[in-house]
Every structure is written in C-alpha cells, then in structure tokens.
C-alpha cells in the first residue's frame, strides 16, 4: 500500500486507492487531457475534484503541488525508481504518462519529436489564444466597448485553424494514422471554442472542414467521451 500522507495534497483530498495515480482537475480543456489520456492507457487513477467556485485551486494543500495555482496536476504514488511523483502542467503530464505507459507518443525519434512539436503548438498556441477568444466573448471582456482586443484574438484564432486545416489534409490524426498526445491536447480545445465559447461563427469554423472532421472523430472515441466528465464538477 503506498503511503502519500508526506503530500499535504492527500490530507484535503484522501486517497481512497492509494495505490492508483492521484488526479487533481476539473473538466476543461486542459484538465480533460488528462483524464482523457488516463482513459485511453487504461492506467488506473482516482480522480479529484478541484472546485475553483470554493477557490480550493489557491488551498495551501493544492498550491504544495501545483505553486501555479492551476489545473490539472497528478500525484504518481508509483514514479520513476518507484517513489512517488507530482506533476503539474498538462503538457508534461501528458509526457511524462505517454512514456510511463509506453502508449500514444511515437518511439520512432523523429515521429516523438514531432509529436512533441505539435503538442507545443498547442501549449504556447491554441490553447492561450482560444481561451482569450473565450474571454472577449463570452466572460467579462465581452462588456468591454473597444472591440479590438476580441478581433485580435479571433484572427489569431482563425489563423491557427487554418494551420490545423493544413495539417489534417491527408491525415487522420494531427501524426497521419497514429492517435498521439498531441490530438489528445489541441482538440479538447477545438472543442471548447465552439461550443463552450460559443464562438464557431465569429472565427468561421464552418471554413474548417478537416478540423471539423477530425474533431468529430476524436469526440466519437469511447476513451474521450468517458474523459471529457472527469472529474464530476462540485
């Protein structure tokens, strides 16, 4: 039985198999990369709620794991040398389990690189550049009068599709034939600009059709659906 009473993290939120890897997230698009990878391995993990309506996000206990204050972050009791292991930043967690696992990132050097520079796209990307379409849209940027800001970054995001829509030509998944970490980081997101931020119109996804067409593909896999509601929101 492996012991995480040394993580501050366990006591506000006990393990009830401490032996599974330890997921701390909510179900947007970066914490659902996450339980979506966990999915699709089949690596057991117990997943946790973070509620930011209780601003837990910022608890002493979640911010021992995660000082960047975000979701989602894990807690491995069985890591490298088999000690335990926390991680933060999707990005690396999709890594770091792609290699645990063996599953999803190409072992082929070139291919695992590439794989890597997508998923990069996404991190630096579309992710930082939806979620301000999000924002001038849909939250409190949308009362701003100067429009400005909210074009911007909806070009940005039309732009960004557009080297997506170039990618897919062709291609099954974002690497051709093979599923890998980086479909499962950029289509959550494609996901969440249409319809979380309700913003298909504004950046014209209708122009998109093999965006459209993979993102259809990935949200119809069993893994993804099962993924997409973990954790249960509080």
Sequence with gaps: MADLSAFAIAGKWPAQHPDRLQLYSLPTPNGVKVSIMLEETGLPYEAHTVSFERNEQMSPEFLSLNPNNKIPAILDPNGPNGEPLGLFESGAILIYLAEKTGKLLPADPAARYETLQWLMFQMG??????????????????????????????????????????????????????????????????????????????????????????????????????????????
């Design 125 to 234: 990307g579309v992710g930082p550049m939806f979620g301000q379409v999000g924002f001038f849209h849909k939250f409190a940027g949308k009362d701003y009068e100067d429009k400005r800001p909210r074009d911007r970054y909806i070009a940005e995001a039309r732009r960004l599709l557009g080297v997506l829509e170039g990618r897919m030509a062709g291609r099954q998944w974002i690497m051709g034939n093979e599923y890998t970490i980086a479909d499962i980081a950029i289509w959550p997101w494609v996901r969440n600009l249409v319809e979380y931020y309700n913003a298909g119109e504004l950046v014209g996804y209708a122009d998109f059709p093999q965006v459209q067409r993979a993102m259809q593909a990935f949200v119809a896999r069993p893994a993804v659906v099962r993924g997409l509601v973990v954790p249960p929101r509080a």
